[in-house]
Each structure stands twice: as C-alpha cells, then as structure tokens.
C-alpha cells in the first residue's frame, strides 16, 4: 500500500527512536473526521461531481459523510496545514475557459520583455548583461529582474528546457545582489523569487524571476526562520535544518538529489510544495536540482507556481546566521483557468488548506529520469 499523509499516525508510530524523538521536537498533528450528512436530493450531484473518489456511487457518497482531516503542526516556526484529500478535485463554479497557450503567445506583439534594452529601465549600476531590469514598481529600494530569454513561462514543460538555463539565471541573480551590495553596503539580504503566471501574481507574462536585496535586517519570514532555528538550536543542542531532513527521511518524504536534499514539505504552504536544501548558493548541484524540481512539476501538470530563495546575507560570513543553509520552495498555485484564488482567510490568518497528499509528491521525487 502506498504511504498517505492520512496514515501519519502509523508512519510516526513506526519510526526509530532517535527519528521519533526529533519528529516530537518539530512537530505535532491531530487526526480528525469531518462528517457531512446531504439530502437525498444532493446525491445525485456528488456521486457525479466526486466520481474520482471511488468507483461506485455508494462508495462516493460514504467518502463525502466521512472525510479524514490531518491537521499537522511545525512546533518551531508555527506553520500548520490541514490535509483533505477530498478537496482536491471539488467542484469550482468560477472558471475561465479561454486558451492558456494561445494567451500566451497573443501576449508577445506587445510583450515590453521581449525588448527588454528598450522597453524597460535599468538599475543605476546599469545592467547584467542584457538580462536584467530595475521593476518600474519597486516592492524595496533594491529590485530587480532576470528576464528570460524565452518568452513562454511554460518553457519549463519543454524538453529545451536546461539546467544551464537555470543555472544562468541563479549567476545573473548572484551578479546582480552582488552589484547591489558593492553599491550600498548596507544592501546585503539578498532574495530570490520566480512567480510563474498570474495565479501566482505575476503581472507580465513573459517568463522572468524578481530580486531583491533588503537593507540593515532580513525579510520577516525569513528573519523569523532563523531566530527560530537559533532558539531550537539553544533549546535542543542540534541542528533544526538538520532534524528537518532527517524526520522528512525517515518518513519517506525525501530524495537526494547530489549535495541537494528535497523534501516534499510535511507542512505546505499550498499545494505540491517542494523544499531544496543545499549548503550554498553556489553549489554545483543547486541548478540541477532546481531544474528537476521544475521538470517534476511539468509532469505532475503543474502550470502556475512560486520559487523562493531563501539564503544567509552576503558579504563576509555572519556569525547569526551559521547554519542556514540555502532553502528553494517551489510551490504549484493551481490552475491558470481557475478564478477563484488558492489562499483565502484561513491561509492568511490560521493554517494552510491543502489537498495534495506530501507522499504522492514524496513518490514523484524519487522517479528516476526527471
């Protein structure tokens, strides 16, 4: 039987001692049962709108009155998530049924960032290259893009896609903060970001990815990550990012991928997310891993995602930040088609609502040939 988030307890429950222990340090889940009892004038329209759930109508209708809810906990950064894999194909009424490619490619006749030297501004350093500009609607002081060379942001599913591409723009990011930082030396917190389509905000279509380089203190997320690991670090005498990797393998939840560890997240922000670990940002092993990551999306259908890059500051090395390592979470935001938004009240304000299962995403992560 495959692994599922809704046998957590099995899974916990069968874990060495050493893994258990740091499992219980990190997190903490609860297993419930929503039930749901619809009129008989509703079955008609759930047999048919849940026929994915099970092959009869008999067992549908018992999957809806009887819904397991895994509720899981980060005990040290407070990220929590609620599993319902009855969610995932639900009924969505707002949908737009207009042609994804044929959008895309009509976008290019007036495509700013098809002519990026003449149509958008530049740092005041000037450029990297050609593929970089400032954003005419700075998030911070220091922001800027790598635009890319193909205008597609579905490039990714193409079997052109390389990981020279992706290394190319981790070097043109890097070459930028880097110019950044010699310019203002209070410019170190350096972010790296790749909204895929406008389901994941991004307002231009062409494919690009968006830095910034924060002065004198970090962006809160990732300035709250690090005092946290810091006060698990006094309070455990151990590593977070290290017990993190080693609960997500122990349950089955990662894959080695050269010096990068990935983990399909026990607590996702959204659906299918992906966390990279590596050392540093200048691993050899980073854009490779990167580049799969993306290829396992195209598989999995994914169209409209997030990156994130989270990593210690530049210049010399921080003594407060000894440890952090570099951490890419990739994020799919559902489909472009969808009007209705992936995050709502809860996602905002409580726990993240999550219908992927992190084992089949686990699964995906160890095929070979991606």
């Known amino acids: 039987m495959p692994k599922s988030i809704t046998d957590l307890e099995t899974l916990v429950a069968a874990l060495d001692a050493g893994a258990r222990r740091a499992f219980d340090r990190l997190f903490e889940f609860t297993v419930g049962e929503a039930r749901v009892l619809p009129p008989k004038a509703m079955e008609d329209w759930i047999a048919k709108a849940f026929a994915y759930l099970a092959p009869t109508r008999d067992q549908i209708l018992a999957a809806i009155r ?7 906990v980060n005990r040290v950064t407070g990220q929590g998530t609620l599993f319902n894999a009855i969610r995932a ?3 969505i009424e707002a949908k737009d049924d ?5 959008e895309i490619e009509a976008a290019r006749a007036k495509c700013a960032f098809c002519r990026p030297m003449e149509l958008t501004p530049e740092n ?10 400032a954003n005419v609607a700075a998030y911070d002081a220091w922001h ?8 597609s942001p579905l490039h990714f599913q193409s079997d052109a896609f390389t990981v020279a591409e992706v290394a190319d723009l981790l070097a043109t990011a890097r070459a930028w903060a880097e110019k950044v930082h010699a310019e203002d030396a209070e410019a170190r917190y350096f972010f790296l970001m790749w909204n895929c389509l406008w389901k994941a905000a991004a307002s231009i279509i062409h494919g690009h990815a968006q ?3 924060a002065r004198k203190f970090h962006y809160a997320k990732v300035e709250r990550l690090r005092r946290d690991a810091l006060a698990y670090r006094k309070a455990h005498k151990t590593n977070y990012f290290d017990d993190l990797v080693r609960v997500h393998d122990a349950l089955g939840l990662a894959a080695r991928w050269g010096g990068v560890t990935a983990l399909a997240h026990l607590v996702p922000v959204k659906e299918k997310e992906l966390l990279l670990v590596a050392d540093r940002f200048d691993s050899p092993d980073l854009a490779p891993a990167m580049h799969r990551a993306l290829k396992i999306y195209a598989r999995l259908g994914v169209e409209s995602y997030n990156v994130a890059v989270y990593m210690p500051p530049l210049g010399p090395a921080d003594p407060a930040w000894e440890s952090f390592p570099v951490l ?12 209705t938004a992936d995050v709502g009240a809860m996602e905002l304000y409580t726990s993240s609502v999550v219908s992927s299962d992190p084992f089949d995403v686990a699964t995906a992560l160890r095929r070979t040939g991606e």
């Open 124 to 133: 005041t350093f000037g450029r990297i290259g050609t593929k970089t500009a």
């Open 89 to 91: 194909l639900r009924p």
């Open 98 to 102: 207009s042609d994804l490619q044929k």
């Open 211 to 213: 830095m910034t380089v």
């Open 328 to 339: 890419v979470h990739f994020v799919d935001r559902g489909s472009p088609g969808a009007k």
């Open 66 to 72: 009887r819904q397991k809810i895994v509720h899981v």
């Open 144 to 151: 800027g893009l790598v635009i890319f060379e193909e205008h």
